[in-house]
């Protein structure tokens, strides 16, 4: 199966895993600055629509703030495993879809924050073009992605990885989304980058998270071993094996 972010199969895998890898960030975790970002610019007269949503999490934990909010994804269990949440929790503000970012199935102009996750909306301009649609004048986008020097460490070593040519060629993401979103007709372009220190607890919580995620491309346990190993070997301390997070928030307005 391609580990693609692009790849709702993937994806529907990688969320019904059970287990979580123990990990630890050194200082405040970017996802959680993305989300007290959200909740700033939110308010009770104001829809949502979280683009590449998941088990539907963010918009769930957002649903409180806002007069309603969406989330969509391709991939079919995903939105229902959101849905069910959703209604254990009698959450009745909350409505989810099966929809692909690139052709969203809501009129023009319907929502007053678009957001994004670790999803694909900047991935190319028919995503961007999409959110810029159904987005109300001065409205915003509020993304958080995953920034060209994730894992760095991890990805030199194995030669290979996640946005790898921007890493060795120190080609910048937000400079290149900022590009992107102007062509979809959005102004006023904010990135921030957020890099920090991360360290997972032992061999297999790393091993897990490279199994959970597309950091490493067709990463396969069996022929892999020696490059995990050498990664350990390196990197491990007293604390862990050291590697980092880095993270790119956008902010855009309509
Ligand atoms: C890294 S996951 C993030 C999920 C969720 N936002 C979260 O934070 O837990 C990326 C998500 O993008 C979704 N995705 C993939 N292709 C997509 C597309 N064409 N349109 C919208 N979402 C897509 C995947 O199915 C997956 O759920």
Same mark, same amino acid.
């Given at each position: 199966?391609?580990? #693609? ?20 960030? +050194? ?5 959680? +600055? %993305?989300? /007290? ?9 104001? #829809? ?12 769930? #934990? ?27 929790? !009698? +959450? @009745?503000?909350? !409505? ?11 009129? &023009?102009?319907?929502? $007053? ?11 190319? *301009? ?5 959110? %810029? ?15 060209? =020097?994730? @894992? ?5 070593? %194995?030669?290979?990885? =996640? ?7 120190? *080609?910048? #993401? ?15 372009? @904010? ?8 360290? %997972?607890?032992? @061999?297999? /919580? ?9 950091? +490493? ?6 022929? $892999? ?8 070997? &390196?990197?491990?301390?007293? &604390? ?15």
């Amino acid at each position: 199966m391609k580990r #693609s972010i692009r790849n709702p199969a993937f994806w529907t895998q990688a969320f019904l895993y059970k287990r979580k890898e123990k990990r630890k960030l +050194i200082g405040k975790n970017p996802e959680k +600055i %993305f989300l /007290d970002l959200v909740v700033k610019n939110l308010s009770k007269t104001k #829809s949502l629509l979280d683009i590449g949503t998941g088990l539907g999490k963010t918009p769930i #934990s957002l649903a409180k703030h806002t007069k309603d909010a969406w989330g969509i994804d391709p991939a079919r269990k995903l939105i229902n495993y959101a849905k069910l949440r959703a209604k254990k929790l !009698h +959450i @009745k503000n909350i !409505h989810f879809e099966v929809a692909d970012g690139r052709n969203l199935p809501f009129e &023009k102009e319907k929502f $007053d924050i678009v957001i994004s996750q670790r999803g694909p909306v900047t991935d190319n *301009v028919g995503f961007a073009r999409e959110a %810029f649609r159904v987005l109300k004048k001065g409205g915003q986008l509020i993304e958080i992605t995953i920034g060209e =020097q994730d @894992k760095e460490n991890i990805k030199r070593t %194995f030669g290979r990885g =996640q946005n790898y040519y921007g890493l060795i060629n120190k *080609v910048s #993401s937000a400079k290149n989304k900022k590009q992107l979103l102007k062509k979809a007709g959005f102004r006023k372009i @904010k990135t921030r980058y957020y890099n920090l220190t991360e360290y %997972f607890a032992a @061999k297999h /919580d790393l091993i897990l998270r490279l199994l959970r995620t597309p950091i +490493i491309p067709n990463f396969n346990l069996k022929k $892999d071993y020696k490059l995990i190993n050498k990664v350990i070997n &390196k990197y491990s301390t007293t &604390k862990g094996i050291k590697t980092n997070a880095h993270r790119l928030i956008i902010i855009a307005k309509k």
